[in-house]
C-alpha cells in the first residue's frame, strides 16, 4: 500500500529502492491524479493503489493550480496557469514509469 519510488537527480522513478509510506488502519482518504485523464480520484486507505510523487518549487503565487482548480469544468481555470504543464509532465512521466495515479504538492 501506498506511494513507491521516488525521483532521483535525472527525473527518474526508482522503483528497486523505493520506500513505502504506511497509512494507518483508520479510514483515511486520499486523493490522487489519473495519469491518463487527469481525473481526480479519492482512494480509502485500504485501496490506495501504488502512485508517483511531485513534489517540487512553487512558482510565484497565483501560477500553481490548486485543488478548486483541477475541479473546475474541463479543468478550465487549472489549464490557464502556469504550472498546469508540471502536472501534465508528472502524469506523462508517471505513465511511463507504468503508474496509473500520482500525487502532486499542488493540487491538494
Known amino acids: 500500500m501506498g506511494a513507491r519510488g521516488y525521483r532521483d537527480n535525472y527525473g527518474s522513478l526508482d522503483q528497486s529502492t523505493a520506500s513505502h509510506f504506511i497509512i ?7 486523493r ?14 485500504s485501496s490506495l493503489p501504488p502512485f508517483a510523487i511531485l513534489s517540487h ?8 493550480p490548486t485543488f478548486q482548480d483541477m475541479c473546475s ?13 508540471k502536472i501534465q509532465k508528472l502524469c506523462e ?14 493540487c491538494w
Open 73 to 85: 469544468p474541463k479543468m478550465e481555470a487549472a489549464k490557464r496557469k502556469i504550472g498546469f504543464l
Open 57 to 64: 518549487n512553487w512558482g510565484p503565487p497565483g501560477t500553481e
Open 32 to 45: 490522487l491524479l489519473n495519469t491518463d485523464t487527469l481525473e481526480i480520484i479519492e482512494f480509502t486507505s
Open 24 to 30: 494507518s488502519n483508520c479510514s483515511a482518504t486520499m
Open 93 to 106: 512521466k508517471a505513465r511511463q514509469d507504468r503508474f496509473d495515479f500520482a500525487w502532486a504538492d499542488t
